[in-house]
């Protein structure tokens, strides 16, 4: 094995029993990034130099004995997470020379532990979209089948990571954006609950939903990297200050006697029946393992894309009111006075999504329609949550497919915008609610492609999806295979 | 129709946006499409549902009223697509 395909656990190994250096392990990544890049376009940048540079430090300090938990793990960041010095594009071309005076605080969390950042993956334009598709600089492909998408909007840290061109990777989850294209390149993704990772320099979508979590190779990565990024910050008014617990503890403590929701309106006609097979089956490894699964009803599921097109649009439109041209970003040539500067530099600035979005946000919260559609989709969601909450008086876990169909291909459903969103039809819910959740390999279609199994459960109790996660993947016996590239 | 061409054309300039007319035509009937999906939500009793604003319930997040370091003009002005002196410039806004 290459040391780009470890784990973070397993260099971390590595490191303190000095079988290898930071050096050899981000040189290992960057050699893979070289023969794979052209064909899955993950990253918008590289950070070659900064990031040998790094790694000479991190031997440095290695030496010198101050091993912290990432020291010299290679950790790609999506392009919207404030880098001091370093471009955030928010893949748009209004961005697409920023260079943020600030890190985000999950970028100072990560480099207080250690990592070394390769550098800056492609996304769908202001997060807007599940395919990757929307980026200003190019698409990225599916490492598992080139000619399909990775899903979205963190399409390319998912990418990064299922092809080993970095070791982890940061994305971000509005409506499923990193459980949706985790489980489309067969990687593990999760998103915490609102408020428990700092959104402090994240460059905000839909301020309700954004979350902040991790890419990894496995669940034990996913709770080391939850350990360096959660926590209360004092920048950030909807930051928790809830305890954080270690996560490693929750790895190997079993589910026997828990009891895991099957939600029935997730398990509906038009699902791939590949995935509801594999589905099915991780059930049945659940099973196995002690846990009881029960039926149970999530009433207004039916609603919650609608929600959430009127709810993240409305947020978007007044988070994306700042990029005006005038104090950062770009600003189109040739105006006629303010007025026109705005105009030209947002309508040129901004891609046909985002532009689509903006609009509709705009929309529904204009006179005379705000009680139609915002006032009434944020008492639906009120409901929603309601579901939820009553859901889990009965079960500690619930149990759905991640996503409706594997990976669909490039170009498949551009020209559709509804029929696009539903490709996040079973992770919006947990953004509306809050509440956490995570994705697992479950398996792949006999055409090759990766399928993810997702797990939720109450706010602040991620502890419990890793717990299951882990103890799932464990026992789960899934065919170890890694993308021929 | 939910929502006509001269609709979408006043929202556009609400949102400080500007499109040919191709494009206006191709917004309309994607925006109709999109927000007659959403008449669905009218089949859902809302009656006394207090709206959810927030994911997580939380009360005002108060602070010390500290004075900390601020990024300072340079940095400020750096990303500036153009600045002149300590300002940013813009078209001429008064006649």
């Given at each position: ?114 990592a070394v950042f390769t550098g800056k ?333 997702q797990f939720l459960t109450g706010h ?26 | ?95």
């Amino acid at each position: 094995m290459e040391l780009n395909q470890l784990t973070i656990h397993e260099l971390q190994e590595k490191i303190r029993s000095g079988k290898t250096t930071a050096t050899e392990i981000v040189q290992s990544v960057f050699r893979r990034i070289d023969a794979v890049e052209k064909a899955i376009h993950a990253y918008i940048l590289l950070t070659r130099e900064a990031a040998l540079a790094e790694a000479d430090r991190a031997d440095e300090a290695i030496r010198k004995g101050d091993i912290r938990t990432l020291t010299g793990i290679p950790v790609a960041l999506k392009d919207l997470l404030c880098t001091r010095g370093v471009t955030t594009t928010c893949a748009s071309r209004i961005l697409h020379d920023f260079v943020p005076p600030y890190d985000a605080t999950v970028v100072e969390k990560l480099r207080d532990a250690g990592a070394v950042f390769t550098g800056k993956t492609n996304m769908d334009e202001f997060a807007m979209g599940s395919s990757t598709e929307t980026s200003w600089f190019g698409i990225t492909r599916n490492p598992w089948d080139l000619e399909r998408i990775p899903g979205g909007s963190s399409g390319g840290s998912a990418a990064a990571v299922a092809a080993d061109a970095c070791i982890a990777a940061i994305g971000s989850d509005t409506g499923g954006s990193i459980r949706q294209p985790a489980a489309l390149c067969g990687v593990v993704g999760m998103k915490p609950t609102y408020g428990r990772v700092s959104r402090y320099g994240l460059v905000a979508f839909a301020s309700s939903l954004d979350q902040i979590g991790p890419f990894t190779k496995d669940v034990e990565d996913c709770a080391i990297l939850m350990n360096v990024i959660a926590g209360y910050d004092p920048r950030e008014s909807t930051s928790v200050p809830a305890e954080v617990p270690d996560y490693r503890q929750y790895l190997a403590r079993g589910i026997d006697g828990w009891t895991v929701g099957i939600p029935k309106e997730y398990f509906i006609e038009g699902i791939d029946p590949e995935v509801m097979t594999a589905v099915r089956k991780a059930i049945a490894v659940v099973e196995g393992l002690g846990a009881r699964c029960i039926e149970i009803s999530l009433p207004h599921t039916a609603y919650c894309l609608a929600v959430y097109y009127i709810v993240a649009p409305a947020e978007a439109s007044s988070n994306l009111a700042r990029y005006d041209g005038a104090k950062y970003g770009f600003r189109a040539p040739d105006s006629r006075g303010l007025l026109d500067m705005y105009k030209k530099s947002r309508s040129a600035g901004f891609g046909a999504e985002v532009k689509r979005r903006i609009m509709l946000g705009t929309y529904v919260l204009s006179s005379g329609y705000y009680d139609a559609y915002y006032k009434k989709a944020s008492q639906v969601r009120a409901l929603i949550k309601r579901d939820f909450d009553e859901a889990f008086q009965r079960c500690d876990v619930i149990l759905t497919p991640t996503t409706p169909t594997p990976a669909f291909r490039i170009g498949e459903k551009t020209d559709d915008p509804l029929h696009m969103y539903l490709s996040d039809i079973f992770t919006i819910s947990t953004n509306l609610a809050g509440i956490p959740g995570i994705s697992v390999p479950c398996g792949f279609t006999q055409g090759g492609l990766p399928i993810g199994v997702q797990f939720l459960t109450g706010h602040f109790e991620e502890a419990k999806l890793i717990q299951i996660a882990a103890t799932y993947e464990k026992n789960a016996n899934l065919e170890k295979r890694r993308p021929t590239l | 129709m939910k929502i006509k061409k001269d609709e979408v054309t006043h929202v556009a300039h609400l949102a400080r946006l500007e499109f040919t007319e191709a494009e206006a035509e191709k917004f309309t009937s994607q925006l109709n499409n999109i927000l007659l999906y959403m008449e669905m939500l009218n089949r859902v009793d809302t009656t006394g549902v207090p709206p959810m604003t927030h994911a997580v319930a939380q009360q005002n997040a108060f602070r010390e009223d500290n004075v900390t370091p601020s990024l300072g003009r340079d940095l400020t002005l750096a990303n500036a697509p153009d600045a002149r002196g300590d300002f940013f410039r813009v078209p001429k806004v008064i006649e």
